[in-house]
Nanobody, 125 residues
Framework: QVLLVESGGGAVEAGGSLRLSCAAS????????LGWFRQVPGKEREGVAA???????NYADSVKGRFTASLDVGKDTLTLAMNNLKPEDSGTYYC???????????????????WGQGTPVTVHS
């Protein structure tokens, strides 16, 4: 059974930082493409960052230069370091894992069959 568990969410003031973590059981993160998504009520889930099996990362334009996704292989933990947070970064953040798929977009939720339960982030202005 695959289980992904996020942690590290919370409330911060604009300009602050948070570090999200995602721990896995039932799979090895280094064998999957990994993603961070966020969602606010009434909107579609949005791809924020991704790390592929080769270690390459991709970011949404809105977070480039502020967010960093990384993988601790030894701990099998995916992290998302978020700096200079803005109110529009608020939402529930999810980590996701999926196998390699030719032509699949990193920010497309359907390509990830495994999801965590989400951790909330609130950025106050």
């Amino acid at each position: 059974q695959v289980l992904l568990v996020e942690s590290g969410g919370g409330a911060v003031e604009a300009g602050g930082s948070l570090r999200l973590s995602c721990a896995a059981s039932g799979l090895r993160f280094d064998q999957y493409n990994l993603g961070w998504f966020r969602q606010v009520p009434g909107k579609e889930r949005e791809g924020v960052a991704a790390r592929d099996m080769a270690g390459s990362t991709n970011y949404a334009d809105s977070v480039k230069g502020r967010f960093t996704a990384s993988l601790d292989v030894g701990k099998d933990t995916l992290t998302l370091a978020m700096n200079n947070l803005k109110p529009e970064d608020s939402g529930t953040y999810y980590c996701a894992a999926g196998p390699w798929e030719a032509g699949a977009s990193w920010h497309s939720p359907p390509r990830y069959p495994y999801w965590g339960q989400g951790t909330p982030v609130t950025v106050h202005s």
